[in-house]
């Protein structure tokens, strides 16, 4: 069962838009959420993340916004620029057998930012 | 300059023979991960361990082995047991296991294609 989901497997937006990057997920208990950048051959990086306790958090042109009642959060840039073209991965905290806590991660969405 | 190194970048096996890929951290991080990506899917967890000589299953654990003999390095195997090995393998590192507090940095990942 996917406890994380990313519907649009692709987004596509001109330069200088905002991309908007959708996540939805199942698990109520799910408390910390991230969202990862990923390049081709590469491995994925950190990008912004909020607690469940907020619904807002911004970094520079990055801001993601949990909505906790419909189990949604997104990922909006502002400007987008070609550079933030990418993979972008969704992922939840969830706690593990043992106590520790691990991610769950979406599919992702493939972000196309066109000059 | 501290980071994740994944060797090889690419590897090619042939079918029923074992293989084990490399990952070393030089951030002094207690914790480390093994994920799988397949196309179009989210990272998959493997293995991970929160400290040295102790290590725990993921969510896709059979056919794979692990070790963590030193704090920096954490090989993992795939076995012949691994029904569909060919994958994009991703290892990570966190100085803990809780998402909220310890980001997890990811290496460059190695491209297993067994023939």
């Known amino acids: 069962d996917q406890q994380v989901k990313q519907n649009s497997p692709s987004l596509s937006v001109q330069e200088g838009r905002i991309s908007i990057l959708n996540c939805d997920y199942t698990?109520?208990?799910?408390?910390?959420f991230l969202w990862y950048k990923k390049y081709p051959a590469e491995g994925p990086t950190f990008l912004i993340s909020?607690?469940?306790?907020?619904d807002k958090n911004e970094d520079g042109r990055f801001t993601v916004f949990l909505n906790k009642s419909a189990k949604h959060l997104s990922l909006h840039i502002v400007p987008s620029q070609p550079g933030d073209s990418a993979v972008y991965f969704c992922?939840?905290?969830?706690?593990?057998?043992?106590?520790?806590?691990?991610?769950?991660f979406g599919k992702g969405t493939k972000l196309t930012v066109n000059p | 300059d501290g980071g994740i190194t994944q060797s090889p970048k690419y590897l090619f096996r042939k079918e029923g023979q074992n293989v084990t890929l490399s990952c070393e951290q030089n951030l002094n991080h207690d914790a480390m991960y093994w994920y799988r990506q397949d196309p179009g899917q989210g990272l998959r967890l493997i293995y991970y361990?929160?400290?040295?000589?102790?290590?725990q299953k993921g969510d896709i654990a059979e056919g794979y082995s692990v070790s963590r003999e030193k704090k920096e390095s954490f090989p993992l195997t795939v076995t012949s047991a691994q029904k569909n090995p060919t994958a994009f393998y991703l290892c990570a590192s966190s100085i803990g296991t809780a998402p909220s507090t310890d980001t997890q940095y990811f290496g460059p990942g190695t491209r297993l294609t067994v023939l």
């Open positions: 361990s929160q400290i040295v000589n102790d290590f």
């Open positions: 992922a939840a905290s969830a706690y593990y057998q043992g106590g520790s806590e691990k991610l769950v």
């Open positions: 698990n109520s208990m799910f408390d910390y």
């Open positions: 909020i607690s469940s306790i907020k």
